[in-house]
Each structure stands twice: as C-alpha cells, then as structure tokens.
C-alpha cells in the first residue's frame, strides 16, 4: 500500500506500514470491536504538544484518575496507565506532538494517539527491545531505553500501529476491563 505527499512541488511515495499485535485468544472480540461500531460511553480527547515533558504524562494520568473513578480493576488500570504513558511520551519525543483520544466502552477502552509525523519508516524495528532514536535532550531526560513499544504491547490486548516516513503516526490500543 502506497500514498503520496506533495515535497517541494515534488511526488514522492512513501510506503505505508502497518504493524498489529492481539493478545492470543482475543481476536475475536477485538474483531467484534471493530465490526460493533458502538459509540464509546466517554470520550476524553487531549493535546500532546512535542517536546514538552511537564504536559506529557498528563493524558494517561487523567485517564487514570476517570477510569478509577467508574471502578476498573485495579491491575487493568495499571495495564492502561502503562500503555497509554509510553504512547504519550512517545508522541512527546519522536513527533512534532499530537493528540491522545481515550474511547470508554463498558467493556474496554480504545486508545489513539495520533501525530504530526515526522512517523516511522520501519515499525518492526521499532518494535525491537533496545531500538531507540531518542536525542540526547529526550535521553537526558531517562527516555530512549527502546522499551517504550514492547512495553505498550506487553500491556495491551491489542496494538495496532499504522506509518509512514514523513507522515502521521497513529498508535492505537486496546485493553479490555
Ligand atoms: N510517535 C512516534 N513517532 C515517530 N517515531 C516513533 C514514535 N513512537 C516511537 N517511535 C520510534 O520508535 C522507537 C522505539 O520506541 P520505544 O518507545 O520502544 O523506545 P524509545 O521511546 O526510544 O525509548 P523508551 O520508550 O524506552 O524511553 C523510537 O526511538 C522512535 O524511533
Ligand atoms: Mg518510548
């Protein structure tokens, strides 16, 4: 599967990749999801602006607070609060920043985190424990063990991660309660 983007009043291709992880044994109700299309029960929708470390870590936080709040398992929301922290970090240090919308199901929650790109040209590497691009300002910081990713699949009951060299990322996951 390919796109184009418009550079310099040139067109270029870039070839979109895709990566996807279920949870053995959840494939079926995460293709029920899918399929449902049922309106989420809450919608919290947050800002990720690049770069900034105060913001970043916000989002999961607040999540967590909401789902406590409706009485999710406490292991589950450890689960969510992981996954959705590493998401959001990494849009703070790898993109131009972006946005996190967390869909409430009775049943589970579906995370997106979506960005301005500059994107991922290769998603299994990424994928791979110990594969890392962070700058120094973000390795300063204590990011950049190329934990992030395993980390988030580890904890999820899907992962599904959709890029392109010099365009969006969108990570989404899927824990269910
Ligand atoms: N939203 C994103 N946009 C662009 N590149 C990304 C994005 N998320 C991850 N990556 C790429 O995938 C690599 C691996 O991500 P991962 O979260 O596993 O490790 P890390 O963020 O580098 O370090 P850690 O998460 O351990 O602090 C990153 O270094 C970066 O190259
Ligand atoms: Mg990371």
């Given amino acids: 599967m390919g796109y184009y983007i418009m550079q310099d009043s040139a067109v270029a291709e870039f070839e979109m990749s895709e990566y996807w992880y279920i949870k053995p044994d959840f494939e079926e109700k995460v293709q029920d999801f899918f399929a449902q299309k049922r309106e989420p029960e809450v919608v919290l929708e947050l800002d990720i602006p690049g770069k900034d470390f ?17 009485g999710v ?35 589970l929650i579906y995370m997106q985190f979506m960005d301005n790109g500059p994107g991922i040209s290769n998603i299994q590497q990424a994928m791979t424990p110990g594969f890392s691009t962070a700058d120094d300002l973000v390795r300063e910081l204590g990011f950049g063990a190329g934990l992030g990713l395993p980390n988030i699949q580890k904890n999820s009951d899907a992962l599904h991660i959709t890029s392109a060299l010099n365009s969006p990322t969108l990570v989404e996951i899927i824990i269910f309660f």
């Fill in 54 to 70: 105060n913001i970043a870590g916000k989002g999961s936080s607040e999540l967590k607070n909401l789902l406590k709040r409706l």
């Fill in 73 to 107: 398992d406490s292991e589950i929301l450890r689960r969510i609060a992981v996954a959705g922290y590493e998401a959001e970090i990494n849009v703070a240090a790898h993109s131009q920043g972006g946005k996190m919308i967390s869909n409430v199901f009775d049943n």
